[in-house]
């Protein structure tokens, strides 16, 4: 049985200084070319799934198969949830055995996204459950067309934050979006750096696809110790697909099931090479 708490991931990757990939899934072929990559180079990961994609990917069919996957690991794996929306939903994912939840409020004000990180701790305590909050705004918008403008995290706040909510991991804004970035982003390592030294909790990357493997290094260096892919293993699936339907003039699902897979197999063995610092 391989399902870990994020925590313990982090930590260990602290001591190792190299950082976990958190990988977002929305469908059986994701979480099995994650894991299969992920018991290949041997290294541990995280499965999530963020609230908005569950309208496409329900969590009572999605929760159970990343955690069932996780239990049957090789490896070590945490299963997140990814930008819950509502403590609803925070409550739906500890049922079904994640290990981690985020419960996304960094669009409310300072004092209202301290008290809701809060209630999320006090539901995850009992299931001793990793916690994870985000402070200041990552730009781009997981699963909608609305973009959030960018406001990189303020380091005192951060520092703030973490004390009073005794939040386990927290997720910065340092010029990062997600989704495909339409010029490669300016990451303030500036800011990454003040916020590293103020808060001794793991630091999370948001909006890994694009970023350079330099801009990875550098982060891990500075204190990130988990990074999430989320449109680069939805790409490479789709990508692999249409290779797949154009090659063939009689498509076959069970041979493009294990092409979606592998697509994402190549996406997350390529970043866990990276963040593993190989
Ligand atoms: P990308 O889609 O940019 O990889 O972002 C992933 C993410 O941060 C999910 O929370």
């Known amino acids: 049985m391989s399902l870990t708490t994020m925590d313990v991931l982090l930590r260990m990757a602290e001591k190792e200084n190299r950082a976990v990939g958190a990988f977002s899934v929305g469908n059986m072929e994701m979480v099995m070319g994650a894991v299969r990559a992920a018991e290949e180079t041997c290294t541990p990961i995280i499965l999530q799934i963020a609230e908005k994609r569950l309208a496409a990917s329900p969590l009572r069919l999605m929760g159970p198969m990343m955690v069932s996957a996780a239990q049957n690991a090789s490896v070590p794996v945490a299963v997140h949830l990814d930008h819950g929306l509502t403590l609803d939903c925070v409550r739906e994912a500890l049922a079904y055995g994640f290990t981690s939840v985020m419960l996304d409020a960094s669009l409310l004000p300072f004092e209202e996204n301290i008290a809701m990180t809060r209630q999320v701790k006090a539901l995850a305590a009992p299931c001793r459950a990793t916690v994870e909050a ?9 699963g909608d067309t609305a973009e959030h403008k960018i406001l990189c995290t303020d380091p005192a706040l951060a520092e703030r934050f973490v004390a009073e909510t005794g939040v386990d991991a927290l997720a910065v804004a340092i010029g990062n979006a997600h989704g495909n970035y339409p010029v490669l982003p300016d990451l303030r390592f500036d800011i990454l750096e003040q916020i590293s030294r103020r808060v001794s909790v793991p630091l999370v990357l948001h909006g890994g696809t694009g970023m350079t493997d330099d801009m990875f290094r550098k982060a891990i260096l500075l204190g990130i110790r988990k990074i999430n892919i989320a449109t680069a293993s939805f790409d490479a699936l789709a990508k692999r697909a249409k290779a ?35």
């Open 134 to 142: 985000e402070l200041g705004v990552v730009g781009g918008n997981e």
């Open 244 to 278: 797949y339907a154009d090659r063939t003039d009689s498509p076959d699902y069970f041979a493009l099931s294990a092409e979606m897979a592998a697509g994402v197999y190549e996406n997350v063995k390529r970043h866990i090479a990276v963040f593993s610092g190989r």
